[in-house]
């Protein structure tokens, strides 16, 4: 079996999400179907394994899973032949053969997430799956400010939605940026770090969105990790705001072909 | 009856275009409902009258239309009452209270259209419903130019679709554009003119992409609108790069209420 990493965008707005579900469109069995078609579907069937899951409406800038195949093609072919099978919302960018022990999901060193809030008094018709919409006026350098104080490993259990299942709630947040951008009118808030819980970025958002119009204080972030509590932070973003901008592998970490190749 | 004006953006992309057909979705159908729950469901219904139709895709940024209220609302208070009852698909940007004899359709001056035409490799998912995609290398500068020969008043029988029901093919075109925008990767057409036929925009980027691609002369335009005949131009540019730019009325002609209660 040839192993392929690869990188690709997805418009989130018409998929039930990543996760395979029974009778739902979804972007892991969306990819699963042109893996196998291309591998001419053999059985039992290949599995295709990402990164991690994105929630329903949340897109991808630059998602990454990988998948075996039992022949051998170029990287240039697999990226063109994943293409023509694919809908136009799912977009390969890059296709990779990697060493056999590459791993999407285990290998991750960090990711980086974006949200998008569109302001302004309505919610324009063109950005109603790209953007949420917050029309409050928002102090920008007060959320920045806050959000450095997110930065660092803390126990996210405040930031945490009830339906995850992750067995620790401690995350190690790199980078927390809130800046406007006037042309758009939109706040953009990022993070990087090396894992984010279920909702985590999209309670952060609606948290530090509070802070910016007033709601709490700037300093409130570290009343609110301290407290270990859900009921602290209160209010999630919606869904549609979220883009996975990009998710980072160890170079040293990532067998290439050729390093593979050596080592045989 | 008290005489309303709207001016309102859609995202076509969920639409089967402007006019009302049976069982399906469209922004005739949709903005009836709206008008008719805010005056309480009269019999017979009222009705909405657009200052034209646009195609399935086919999207708004300033369309505008016109119905009768049985009672008064201010212009905010419409506003208002019209998005609270939308989808978020449609957004009613302006509300005016006009003289009775107020037509969205009839009153027409000139209307101005956009083309997107998204240029890279590959079709980016975001942009599937909000622009074309043309791969190869275009001339801008040499589309701009043949774009000028559009100008005038000309029988444009070489660029209308055969669904057409004009009874006449001449209309007069003011301005036309065509620019690259480099931020975006795109190449922006535009077109204001007194009218446009079925299809008559798509038909007309279609032929100036061909003259950027250097598959026609620069100097071709005039030799199709002399052709009077639609083989002359061959291709139409997809739906969902078109965007409704904006509709003028002459102002003298338009009555304002000020107007109208001076004159009762």
Redesign the interface.
Known sequence: MYRYKITF???GSGFAGFQIQPHKRTIEQTLKIAVNKIAKNPTPPLHVIGSGRTDAGV?ALNQVAHFDCPFELSNESMRKAL?SLLP????V?KAEQVAPDFHARYDTHSKRYRYRVAQGE?????K?F?TSHYKYPVDVAKMNQAAQDLIGEHDFTSFVASGSQAKSNVRRIDDASVVRDDVNDEIIFEFEGNGFLYNQVRIMVATLLEIGNGQRPVDDIPRILAAHDRQAARMTAPAAGLYLVSVNYDETNVKTVDDFNKTE
Chains 1, 2 share one sequence.
């Open positions: 965008a997805y418009d897109h293409n136009r919302d799912i977009l960018k309505f919610v324009d018709p063109f109603r790209y």
